[in-house]
Nanobody, 120 residues
Framework: QVQLVESGGGLVQAGESLTLSCKVT????????MGWYRRAAENQRELVAV???????RYGDSVKGRFTVLRGDTKTTVSLEMNDLKPEDTGVYYC??????????????WGTGTQVTVST
């Protein structure tokens, strides 16, 4: 059974930084897309950042230039470095991976989510 374990969420003030991490465990034959989505209150889940094993990367428009998605050396971890956080970045962040799919659509496997709250 594939599991995605997220960590690193929390409460920060606007302008501060936070890094989220996700580790993939269980039997998965390969990992292509690895990335992050988020859901703000009463909103739909939206893409934050995704990267593929070939190095392709896509960011949501609202986070470009502030967030960076990185795959770990072990190929089973992915992190999200978030800088200059804004109150509108508040939401639940979900790790997402897929063995085959690329930048879109969202992958097959999801984490349970980690809360990020940015105060003014």
């Amino acid at each position: 059974q594939v599991q995605l374990v997220e960590s690193g969420g929390g409460l920060v003030q606007a302008g501060e930084s936070l890094t989220l991490s996700c580790k993939v465990t269980g039997k998965i034959f390969a990992i292509n897309a690895m990335g992050w989505y988020r859901r703000a209150a009463e909103n739909q889940r939206e893409l934050v950042a995704v990267t593929t094993k070939d190095g392709l990367v896509r960011y949501g428009d609202s986070v470009k230039g502030r967030f960076t998605v990185l795959r770990g050396d072990t190929k089973t971890t992915v992190s999200l470095e978030m800088n200059d956080l804004k109150p509108e970045d508040t939401g639940v962040y979900y790790c997402n991976v897929d063995p085959v799919r690329g930048l879109e659509p969202a992958g097959r496997y999801w984490g349970t989510g980690t809360q990020v709250t940015v105060s003014t």
